[in-house]
């Protein structure tokens, strides 16, 4: 009953390094999402993807790029990290229906 | 503009009252969602209820009511019996169709703590 799985949970970078946060989900879910929650700013959308092979750009997709690799799996990719993009980093994904968006446990990523 | 509007950073509440969550929302697409998260100290977002801009009655779900009314584009949670656990962050979101899947663009949510 695993849902929406993300790794890894915790993540320490250093200005200018790269990494890729890891999603997938096992409910045949078409939608994938990523989002970012910042203190005080609620959840922004980055990038969605509404089935495999396409991707499009949220609300702040800056300095971000996405991979839906097969239905399963969806990932963010920082290729150079920097400091204003330390956040707590969710996926989620959703049915064809809309009703209702499930999330991972979440990604925390600092930025120094 | 912002599409979903909480005006509550924070809510206190009486264990065993009745506490309500304002939401105001804008959209122009006339088949929208509407959604409330609870989102604990741990992090998780988990899902409390839904209203569809169709549905002709306010959704229930156990303690949890929205109270939707149309016309003045609110879409108010109403949490009745506050226990302890109900403190959390709660997060007001709104389902549009965008380019070839649906879109939720989430409040900056309320801070609800409930008193003993």
């Known amino acids: 009953n695993a849902g929406v799985t993300q790794t890894p949970k915790f993540q320490v970078l250093k200005t200018g390094q790269s990494m890729t946060l890891q999603c997938a989900q096992d409910?045949?879910?078409?939608?994938m999402y990523w989002y970012r929650q910042d203190p005080g700013m609620g959840l922004r959308l980055i990038y969605y993807?509404?089935?495999?092979?396409?991707?499009d750009k949220g609300e702040v997709p800056n300095g971000y790029n996405v991979s839906r690799l097969n239905k399963r799996e969806f990932s963010l990719r920082l290729e150079s990290a920097a400091p204003s993009q330390t956040s707590v980093y969710f996926c989620?994904?959703?049915?064809?229906?809309?009703?209702?968006?499930?999330f991972g446990s979440g990604t925390q990523l600092s930025v120094l | 503009a912002q599409k979903i509007t909480q005006t509550q950073p924070g809510m206190f509440v009486q264990e065993k009252e009745a506490v309500t969550l304002d939401c105001t929302y804008d959209?122009?697409?006339?088949?929208?969602?509407l959604f409330w998260y609870k989102q604990p100290s741990s992090g998780e977002m988990i899902f409390l209820i839904y209203?569809?801009?169709?549905?002709?009655q306010n959704a229930t779900e156990g303690r949890y009511s929205l109270n939707f009314q149309k016309a003045r584009k609110s879409a108010n949670l109403v949490i009745s019996a506050s226990q302890l656990g109900d403190s959390a962050m709660y997060f007001c979101?709104?389902?549009?169709?965008?380019?070839?899947?649906?879109?939720?663009?989430f409040g900056k949510g309320t801070k609800l703590s409930v008193i003993p």
């Open positions: 989620a994904s959703g049915g064809q229906g809309g009703e209702k968006l499930f």
């Open positions: 979101a709104m389902r549009e169709r965008g380019a070839g899947s649906y879109q939720l663009t």
């Open positions: 209203q569809g801009s169709y549905d002709q």
């Open positions: 959209t122009s697409d006339p088949s929208y969602g």
């Open positions: 993807s509404a089935s495999e092979g396409t991707t």
């Open positions: 409910m045949n879910h078409n939608s």
